[in-house]
């Protein structure tokens, strides 16, 4: 692929996808590098001088009153990256860690930082070599790597992918661990899993719909025009194109039902609000990948270093609990499409259960208490971690954002979100085959083939928990969503 080069100004989240999934190399652009140049002679003409600012002839946090002798700055740097590998938990993923490297190049190469330039070239090695560091989940660095799929010391990892240790000079170790990259490397992340979710719920949720005789009467376009939220506008534009020519809907036009359940009825103001939440989030997200978050920031227009908040993580941490909200609503309104599919009261006709000889066979009974199980899971995740605060570095640092703990959440969030959709689609497939010889739309039958793909039909009670998880991976990749072309 050609490289990605990065200048602090213009990474888009799909840069960042190419670069975490597909190896994209990345590479500190040409017309940054001067700017870098730029903000390091500023950094090595205060330290020729013995001038004070925080972090270069200072110590940190509460110890910021602290000058360090000049002929000690480099030994500053050891032991700021030492003395904060005190992460503990889960390592971050492979793919989280590149988004990490990724965000934290791209933001020193803004040239606000005042690291010298190889820094950022040395990240982009790391990035195009395939070596990553082991980074805890909860705190910031780590102090071993995985190359090659092993776990060993990062000088060992360093010496076999043959990239050559920096000795880091005044400045660069604050550079380094100072910022929100690690939350916002879940948080993009997230947010472009997202953004499959909701168009895949769009397509499962007309399945649902036809499979239960639906009316498409709520998805009018008037009713959508008099409340132009954009999000809702375009839910209730997918559902008509889902249901477009389906013989399931033509078989019932005559039903004098007047309208569908909350659940049915109202999926374009239910997943359009979750649409419009992600796009807000995604705009956070965005501004902040290409912003300078490190502290102090170096302006070369007047050679001044200047002490400031912009590590502060609270903007990414208010986004970061939206998201859990938001899809905790998308798995909570599918999982309710999920109980009117298998409850022998409510699915319009329907085996109890989706089940062929029902009592013989529970069909998806125990499907639908797994999703309950996700969707309650969720609602204590969606709580918000960022309405938090605790104080530390001896009360230097009072109020902080906890972005980190709605990041972690957030994870589990969509993995649960995904599987409860996963769920609903299996099921909703099993309907439109007892439908049969009734079809449900051509867009329809392009998702259910997609499905169908990976999870045959349950004939008779079988372990589903496979079906679950390769139905969740193809729902992942975004293969229920081209159902939408």
């Known amino acids: 692929m050609q490289a990605l080069h990065i200048d602090g100004n213009s990474l888009t989240l799909r840069d960042l996808r190419e670069a975490v999934y597909e190896r994209r190399p990345a590479l500190l652009a040409p017309d940054a590098r001067p700017r870098v140049e730029k903000a390091r002679a500023v950094v090595d003409e205060l330290v020729a001088n013995n001038q004070a600012a925080y972090a270069i002839t200072t110590g940190v946090g509460k110890l910021s009153d602290v000058r360090i002798a000049p002929e000690e700055i480099r030994e500053l740097q050891v032991n700021l990256i030492?003395?904060?590998?005190?992460?503990?938990?889960?390592?971050?993923?492979?793919?989280?860690?590149?988004?990490?490297?990724?965000?934290?190049?791209?933001?020193?190469?803004?040239?606000?930082?005042?690291?010298?330039?190889?820094v950022i070239d040395t990240l982009c090695e790391l990035l195009n070599r395939g070596l990553h560091p082991v980074i805890p989940s909860q705190?910031?660095?780590?102090?071993?790597?995985?190359?090659?799929?092993?776990?060993?010391?990062?000088?060992?990892?360093?010496?076999?992918?043959?990239?050559t240790p920096l000795r880091l000079e005044a400045k660069?170790?604050?550079?380094?661990?100072?910022?929100?990259?690690?939350?916002?490397?879940?948080?993009?992340l997230a947010v472009s899993a997202a953004l499959i979710l909701v168009d895949s719920a769009d397509v499962i949720g007309a399945l649902s719909l036809d499979a239960l005789h639906g009316t498409d009467a709520?998805?009018?376009?008037?009713?959508?025009?008099?409340?132009?939220?954009?999000?809702?506008?375009?839910?209730?534009?997918?559902?008509?194109?889902?249901?477009?020519?389906?013989?399931?809907?033509?078989?019932?036009?005559?039903?004098?039902?007047?309208?569908?359940?909350?659940?049915?009825?109202?999926?374009?103001?239910?997943?359009?609000?979750?649409?419009?939440?992600?796009?807000?989030?995604?705009?956070?997200?965005?501004?902040?990948?290409n912003s300078a978050v490190d502290n102090p920031l170096v302006f070369t227009d007047n050679g001044a270093v200047i002490s400031g908040g912009n590590f502060h993580g609270e903007p990414l941490a208010f986004a970061l609990d939206f998201l859990?909200?938001?899809?905790?609503?998308?798995?909570?309104?599918?999982?309710?499409?999920?109980?009117?599919?298998?409850?022998?009261?409510?699915?319009?006709?329907?085996?109890?259960?989706?089940?062929?000889?029902?009592g013989l066979n529970s069909g998806f009974m125990m499907a639908q208490v797994t999703a309950a199980a996700l969707v309650s899971e969720n609602k204590v995740l969606a709580h918000p971690a960022s309405v938090d605060s605790i104080t530390t570095s001896g009360n230097k640092e009072d109020y902080v954002s906890m972005g980190m703990t709605s990041a972690i959440k957030l994870k589990k969030v969509v993995q649960n979100t995904t599987n409860v959709l996963a769920i609903e689609a299996m099921a909703a497939a099993q309907a439109l085959d007892f439908l049969a010889p009734l079809k449900t739309s051509p867009r329809g039958q392009k998702a259910h083939s997609a499905v169908r793909k990976v999870s045959p039909s349950v004939e008779k009670d079988r372990v589903l928990a496979e079906d679950f998880a390769r139905v969740a991976e193809v729902l992942a990749a975004g293969k229920l969503v081209e159902a939408l072309n």
């Open 82 to 118: 030492r003395s904060h590998c005190v992460g503990v938990g889960e390592p971050l993923s492979e793919a989280e860690t590149r988004a990490l490297m990724l965000l934290r190049a791209n933001s020193l190469a803004k040239g606000y930082s005042g690291v010298r330039p190889v």
């Open 139 to 163: 705190g910031s660095v780590g102090a071993r790597a995985a190359f090659e799929g092993k776990r060993m010391a990062s000088a060992e990892a360093m010496k076999k992918a043959q990239i």
């Open 172 to 188: 660069e170790a604050i550079s380094l661990i100072n910022g929100t990259q690690a939350m916002l490397a879940v948080g993009t």
């Open 218 to 289: 709520a998805f009018d376009e008037r009713i959508h025009k008099a409340r132009p939220h954009p999000g809702q506008v375009r839910t209730a534009e997918n559902l008509r194109r889902m249901l477009q020519g389906s013989q399931i809907r033509e078989a019932h036009r005559a039903c004098t039902r007047v309208q569908d359940a909350y659940s049915l009825r109202c999926m374009p103001q239910v997943h359009g609000a979750v649409r419009d939440a992600l796009a807000h989030c995604r705009e956070v997200f965005e501004i902040e990948m």
């Open 324 to 358: 859990a909200i938001a899809l905790a609503a998308l798995a909570g309104i599918s999982e309710r499409r999920l109980e009117r599919l298998v409850n022998p009261a409510l699915n319009e006709g329907l085996p109890p259960f989706l089940a062929a000889e029902a």
